[in-house]
């Protein structure tokens, strides 16, 4: 958490204005490591930052809804690729998150996988309105709570256009039915 205060404390004074990638993945800072290294990230801050890195840092709910609001603050403006993958973030902090993540329409990767993320948070990131994530191409929820019903949204949400630009998604050991995992493939390959 220290280490995470004094990183936020140089982001916060524009102190990496060039840096693109910033891998961070393994380090178990938490909730609190995440909100601490949020609070530096203010309206702009890492300006050419591309792909950020935050894998396996049990950052949780709280964790995630502070890296929402700094994306809703501005922070991040080019990000690109997000991987946050074994992080706990259940539905609750991808719900908190989806406002922000639906902010940077230049997003190409997602990674969330492994944090028994369910329907109600996929039915967040892919609800209807402006910015559902248009240049998205790749999409990893493998190893998540998502049964039928989170596969009918993202089918849903395919079929309505939502996604443009969406490759590739990964569903694979969730709880979902076989047919209703099909659903989305069909759904995304009936747009190529």
């Given amino acids: ?18 840096l693109e990638t910033l ?3 393994g380090n178990g ?3 609190e490591g995440m909100q601490a290294l949020a609070g530096g990230l ?8 591309k792909s950020l890195g935050l894998h396996a840092n049990g950052i949780g709910e709280a964790g995630a809804s502070a890296l ?25 902090g991808l719900i908190a998150l989806a406002p922000g993540l639906r902010a940077r329409p230049q997003l190409t990767i997602l990674r969330l996988d492994h944090n028994g993320i369910g ?10 309105g402006e910015g559902v994530l248009p240049s998205l191409e790749q999409l990893y929820l ?5 049964s039928d019903a989170g596969c009918a949204a993202l089918a849903a949400a395919l079929s309505s256009g939502a996604m443009p630009s969406l490759k590739t998604i990964h569903l ?21």
């Fill in 142 to 146: 493998e190893l998540n709570q998502i």
């Fill in 119 to 128: 329907d109600d948070g996929v039915a967040a990131l892919v609800a209807p």
């Fill in 23 to 25: 891998y961070l993945n």
């Fill in 172 to 192: 694979g050991n969730n709880p979902a039915s076989g047919a209703a995992k099909a659903a989305v493939d069909t759904a995304l390959a009936s747009r190529r």
């Fill in 68 to 92: 929402g609001a700094a994306l809703g603050r501005g922070a991040l403006p080019r990000l690109q690729q997000l991987y946050l993958g074994g992080n706990g973030l259940g539905s609750a």
């Fill in 42 to 49: 203010g309206g702009a801050a890492l300006p050419s930052l």
């Fill in 29 to 31: 800072f938490g909730a």
């Fill in 1 to 18: 958490v220290a280490d995470c205060t004094a990183l936020a404390n140089v982001i916060a004074t524009n102190g990496l204005p060039r």
